[in-house]
């Protein structure tokens, strides 16, 4: 089912369009303004060059290979997303936005006629091990955090962090898709990810198994050709180092001043581009940017607020899907943008969805609930212990609840007729009562509740699958015991809930 977006408010001011204009490339509407600002993208990119540089890189097979031969050859445009690794392909949120991507190509090119493919940017550059060596499965009415540990040097690139021993969290992701009829997606996952593969390599593996028979291609961000490509932007990046970060510490001033929070914190002192010795990154210092610009030794690559430029200038990008937190940090992207002379990336919200499986569906039934009933804390065990509580005993704290106000409103009518000024006296009495009634209440629907097992098993495991650990589903979750119980038909559904989001992205006039 459908989800709101989220995020903050920059987030849903970018979306309203009641940011400042300059903030953000204002998103096209109805199929003339697409085409109109893809023709300005793709007259930057007269060949198709670009994918020749690439396509080690992305090393495409099968459906997405002939969609990207095609493209390309037709003149066509990219539409991409992305995420830095996650262990077993992340959470749910890194398949919407592979599909909201997916959706949203194959609707641009039917209306505007312009050749298209979804590309997904595997953030295999990335850094961050404690984002990257975990995930989240459901198993039983358990919610269960697995993890891997650091097999490298604090620092290192994904693509070259080694996975090591993986023996216990594929034991438990197996213990997640026990029995589930559709093992390819296990299968694949299991031969990615042992203990001679990378974090980044197995990631990268494990996306194009699912993404490339869906036609999206998967471009691995670490991999020479990348770096090669982008190199010439990271060296200007360089040179004008101190410019853009003038721009950015201006931009992030201007947000906080206009009454929302800047997404990525700027650091003094330091430049947006990493450079790295055996795979371990460190943020150049501005002091040093024009030395590393003229060392060829140095690999380069792009922080989060340039990463989008990059891409622009090696890709014929027109339109990055993005979550909550990337929607408001492109509100800095454009900063950089203007500081580099570079055209300002448009950032488009992915579709947001919330999995409920007719396991799930059924339980929520036998509870007489609804999803927003298990989202607020005690709502739904209050709701257990009334319907558990026997009827006699709701009718008679009704009764006494009754009796307490009107006995009390009694007493303070009377106290006033007889020239007794002691409201408060009297007020504080009646709180006093009715919190003891009130406890007692909760105290005799906690009693009824014990007798609900069933009733407290099937919360428990609707909530591990619907609000694993209390946050939303696509931001914990792990998808991949989802495909693995339902297959294709699953997929399917995905695909058709990001249509109806690609739809109202490209929209009309």
Not at 226 to 251: C, K, N, Q, T, Y
Not at 294 to 310: E, K, Q, T
């Amino acid at each position: 089912m459908a989800e709101p977006f989220g995020g903050g408010v920059l987030t849903r001011a970018a979306m309203d369009g009641s940011a400042p204009k300059d903030w953000f490339l204002a998103r096209p509407r109805g199929a003339e303004e697409w085409r109109g600002h893809a023709e300005a993208v793709r007259s930057s990119f007269p060949q198709a060059r670009w994918l020749e540089t690439l396509r080690p890189a992305i090393a495409a097979t099968g459906a997405a290979a002939e969609r990207l031969e095609r493209v390309a050859a037709g003149h066509g445009v990219v539409i991409t997303t992305g995420q830095q690794p996650g262990l077993f392909g992340g959470p749910g949120y890194t398949w919407l936005k592979a599909m909201t991507a997916i959706a949203l190509a194959d609707r641009f090119e039917h209306d505007t006629g312009i050749p298209a493919v979804p590309l997904f940017w595997a953030a295999t550059d990335d850094a961050d091990f404690a984002e990257a060596s975990w995930t989240t499965v459901a198993i039983g009415a358990e919610c269960r955090r697995i993890a891997i540990g650091r097999g490298g040097s604090e620092g290192l690139v994904m693509s070259q962090m080694p996975l090591g021993d993986v023996s216990g969290v594929i034991e438990s992701f197996l213990e997640a898709t026990r029995s589930a009829p559709h093992r390819a997606v296990v299968d694949a996952a299991t031969r990615a990810y042992h203990s001679g593969a990378t974090v980044g390599g197995a990631y990268v593996q494990l996306l194009r198994h699912v993404l490339e028979p869906l036609g999206m291609p998967v471009i691995d961000a670490w991999h020479p050709a990348v770096r090669g490509a982008a190199r010439p932007v990271l060296v200007e990046a360089l040179g004008r180092a101190a410019m853009i970060d003038e721009a950015v510490s201006m931009r992030s001033v201007t947000i906080e001043r206009a009454g929302y929070r800047a997404q990525v914190a700027r650091v003094p002192r330091l430049s947006l581009v990493f450079r790295s010795t055996n795979g371990v990154k460190e943020r150049v210092p501005l002091s040093q940017a024009g030395d590393a610009a003229r060392r060829d030794d140095l690999v380069l690559s792009a922080n989060v607020l340039l990463r989008p430029i990059v891409e622009r200038r090696i890709l014929p990008t027109i339109a990055y899907v993005g979550g909550p937190g990337e929607v408001a940090y492109f509100a800095q992207v454009g900063a950089v943008a203007e500081a580099m002379g570079e055209p300002m990336p448009l950032v488009v919200p992915r579709w947001a969805a919330t999995v409920v499986e007719p396991s799930v569906d059924r339980m929520l039934g036998r509870l007489g609930m609804m999803l927003d009933d298990v989202r607020v804390p005690h709502l739904a065990e209050r709701k257990i212990g009334e319907r558990a509580m026997a009827p006699a005993i709701r009718d008679a704290l009704t009764a006494v609840q009754s009796s307490v106000e009107e006995k009390m409103s009694g007493l303070a009518s009377a106290a006033r007729a007889a020239g007794h000024s002691a409201p408060e006296v009297i007020e504080g009495a009646r709180r006093q009562l009715t919190h003891r009634v009130e406890r007692l209440e909760r105290r005799l629907r906690a009693a009824a509740t014990k007798g609900e097992a069933e009733a407290v098993r099937d919360l428990a495991a609707i909530r591990a699958t619907l609000l694993p650990a209390g946050e939303r589903q696509e931001r914990r979750l792990n998808y991949l015991p989802f495909f693995a119980r339902y297959g294709d038909p699953f997929i399917g559904r995905l695909k058709d809930g990001a249509a109806l989001h690609a739809a109202a992205l490209i929209g009309s006039r």
